[in-house]
């Protein structure tokens, strides 16, 4: 430190001795000294563009010799006509990637840094705390690592900070109390723990502070209250505790109040909404806190969001007619209620809240009848959540006035009587979910006339008749339940005409009758069908078996007869079939064991025959046969007869001659061929050994005793998927004395092309770091217990699965509620993810990387749902450098997967990374579709591309996943643009011709226009 002072005096000096010295020389010896200044700009920014390995937009071009720094893309300097200083650096969304050079600290001058939207990585530097002049620093969204330096609590002049979305660790410095003109503080989405440290009360220039989705703990500090400036406070998504500090009442500068997600309770202050008169946004959803809503909540009268769901309150909600500005009220998820003469009351005073858009009271202890004024809330009203409550009563015809609704939830009440007329109002309805009521009547043909329903649910009621021929006007419809009314009569073929219909058609339990029509075969996109416990007769339609989607079929108590057809051995992709509890008689087709059966029942039947031994037949835990008295064989644990012996065939007399010619030309043919595959097998032993040993061999190993334990023996408990090459396996793997959860590719090497693709793998992987790819850890070259070669590489286990398990979830009858699904943003968020990943493999390695093989299923989620490319089993580096439009590979044979591929790989053109985009662009249709390019609706010239082609002018909402849709945030404005913006972006990587592809850096700057946009 001594040293430190005296070089800094020494240096003090010098600097006045120079000072004077170029107060009493010449005008040139003047502009020569200024020049050293400029100087020194330049020279730091030439090294923070030398510290830039990539810039897909070349934006850094003009930073040569031939313009004057000043004049350079992003960078500004001062005004002065002697000494032009740099005194700011804009280079936002130009998706950088590089390091942040400490040489920027030499920028004396600077004041203002915003570096966002890029692909930094790597610390901070700790030098950026000597830029004393420094008041704005943007550095949110890219890759940054390690701590916030506190240095930069150096930095007195500084006033806005922001450092979200990045993957920033550790405490927020006690220090940063220091900087006392900070107006704004965003470290969102990074992974800091510990407390808020209380000198963040010194912050008294602050006006937002912006905290959330950390790991941040504790209590939330008094010492916020001394900021008498703050208008926005989000806290949301961390793991504070214990009670709000009631002085945040006091704080009549808040707009913002948003503690969602987190372990905050106790009750709110009867007067706390009483000095906060410009508060618009108060959030505290998904806490543990009690008690009764205020009733000082009038006072509050800007406020446009109250959300307070997923907590313990209870009591009455007060009226909040006052708040005229209010735009979302959800109240959900509570305890509230309970005196049903009163219950309801708070609905009326809602009528004065115009701009009203989401209403939601389930989940609740609300009773009494649902009131006519329910008819008197805004017209703008968009969704309506009233179920799992206590109300009870006819459903009042006024509710048809709210003519804007596109959601409208009242399942599990106790309403009854019939649906009114009224509910034919609504035109712009998508989901109407009514089940688990007493209503009764008929279904009224107005449902027809409901052209944009996509999810109908009025299961569970009373309903009685037919359903009227008018549902075939549904073309949007993609979820339809009736289960367990009182419907009668035969089915309208004019449902097996709505083609939309994909996720689920359940008419169980009702009294339908007559024949299965065979245009049943025309829901060809259908997951789901359930017609069982009705009075169905005849055969089973054939026709059944051209629902090739069709993952759950359950035929079950009908009065079926004939024989199961032979047709259902083409349902690939059927995992659980019920025909039990009919009239069936014949045998068991032979092909059933071949398909992917997760559960079969046809017990009580006619059935007679042999039991077939293999799939779903081996396992008596899966298969269900009993009552069937004539079957026989199967295996052992089913105890049934065996069937009786096949007549034995006479034998047949041989020309001995003839075989013995027969047998020594097979044995000369063999023998070739044996001869050939060995000196084959040499050379390419050759070529492996002297190629890609010395890549496998830089991984570091892991012994097959490591991964046999860690597997508990590779057990079938521990399998989690299995492809052509290989099988993976959760496993733990010891790692600095701790166990490590871990995904094991185990390599089957029998397979050809296996091993081929374990030396791709490793080589692709080997150099590669990406926030967005799967991590290799280690790998596995040796043999096992027996002997045998074994291979097997080693990642880090993604928690969420692959992409796949979310887009087509399995949904069976007893998790159908629960079923998984990814809404607008995350599915946005997970492009995004991937195209960062396809960046990095293209034009940021030093050979880029084609992947040859992007599909769902090799796209893994971590917990926190970001996206990591994984699978690189057929990748391949290119021989040339990524200006080269002429790019080669070494690749041969099998490029990609069939639906994903792109056309030009079945016609043996080289992969490219042309290829990589079109199957990225078939990925983002899918994401969006919810539809896999092997539909079967895709035949005879269709495919995912034309379908989104031609609905994408029309229709959009007629071609989107419903999933997207089902939930209330997907529903604002500008949603319908984000997605036509989205469907472009597929369509335009997706093209026949590789080149009028999308180029993946141009892809990545609209996906940063889209988010611009995206809907908040």
Sequence with gaps: MKQYIIHFFLITTLNSSLLWFISNTTSSSSSHALLLGNESDHLALLKFKDSISKDPFGVLDSWNTTNHFCKWQGITCNNSPKQQRVIELRLPGYYLHGSLSPQLSNLSFLRHINLENNSFYGDIPQELGLLSHLQVLYLDNNSLTGEIPINLTSCSELTYFDFSWNNLIGNIPIEIGSLSKLKELFIESNNFSGRIPPSIGNLTSLTSLVLLSNHLEGNIPQELCALQNL?????????????????????????????SYNNIGGSLPANMFHNLPILQFFQIGKNNFSGTIPVSVTNASSLQVLDIAYNNFVGQVPSLGKLTKLRLLTVSENNL????????????????????YVLSISFNNFGGQLPNYIGNLSTHLSSLYLGYTQIYGKIPRELGNLVNLTLLHMQHCRFNGNIPTTFGRFQNIRALVLSENELLGDIPAFIGNLSQLFYLDLSDNMFEGSIPSSIGNC??????????????????????????????????????????????????????????ENNLVGNIPASVAKCL????LYLQGNSFSGTIPSSFVSFKGLRELDISRNHLSGSIPEGLQNLSLEYLNISFNMLDGKVPTGGVFKNVSEFAMIGNNKLCGGVSELHLPPCPSEAK?????????????????????????????ICWMRKRSKKMSSDDSPTIDQLAKVSYQSLHNGTNGFSEENLIGSGSFGSVYKGTLELEESGVAVAIKV?????????????????????????????????????????????????????????????????????????????????FNIINDVASAFHYLHYECDRAIIHR???????????????????????????????????????????GTFGYAPPEYGMGYQVSMEGDMYSFGILILEMLTGKRPTDEMFMDGHNLHKYVEVSISSNIFKIVDPCILSMEEQLQPGVENCLISLFKVGLACSMESPNERMAIVDLMRELNRIKCCFPS
């Excluded at 009314?485 to 009758?513: A, M, R």
């Excluded at 030309?665 to 023998?671: D, K, N, S």
Aim: glycine letters at 6%.
């Design 475 to 532: 073309q949007n419809l993609q979820h339809l339940s009736f289960f367990k009314n009182n419907l009668s009569g035969t089915i309208p073929s004019e449902i097996f005409s709505i083609s939309s219909l994909t996720t689920l058609l359940d008419l169980s339990q009702n009294s339908f009758s007559g024949n299965l029509s065979d245009e049943v075969g025309k829901l060809q996109n259908l997951n789901f069908l359930n017609l069982s």
């Design 231 to 259: 208008t926005y406070l989000l806290l949301d998504s961390n793991k504070f505790s214990s009670t709000l500090p009631s002085c945040l009442y006091n704080m009549s500068s808040l707009s913002v109040l948003s503690v």
């Design 337 to 356: 209620g309970g005196f049903p003469t009163k219950d309801l009351k708070f609905l009326k005073p809602l009528a004065n809240c115009s701009n009203l």
């Design 549 to 552: 989607s069709l993952e759950f």
């Design 747 to 827: 390599l089957k090497l029998q397979t050809k092309g296996a091993e081929k693709s374990f030396v791709a793998e490793c080589n692709a992987l080997k150099n590669v770091r990406h926030r967005n790819l799967v991590k290799i850890i280690t790998c596995c070259s040796g043999t096992d217990y027996k002997g045998q070669e074994f291979k097997a590489l080693v990642f880090e286990f993604m928690t969420n699965g692959s992409l796949e398990s979310w887009l087509h979830p399995s949904t069976g009858i007893a998790n159908q509620s629960a079923a998984r699904s990814l809404n607008l943003e995350q599915r």
């Design 853 to 895: 093989d992007l599909k769902p299923s090799n796209i893994l989620l971590d917990d926190l749902m970001v996206a990591h490319v994984g699978d690189f089993g057929l990748a391949r580096l290119l021989e040339k450098n990524i200006g080269d439009s002429s790019m080669q590979t070494t690749s041969t044979g099998l490029k």
């Design 649 to 677: 065939k006479p034998k047949r007399h041989h020309n001995f001659k003839l075989v013995v010619v027969i047998v020594c030309v097979c044995a000369f043919f063999f023998f070739l061929s044996l001869l050939l595959t």
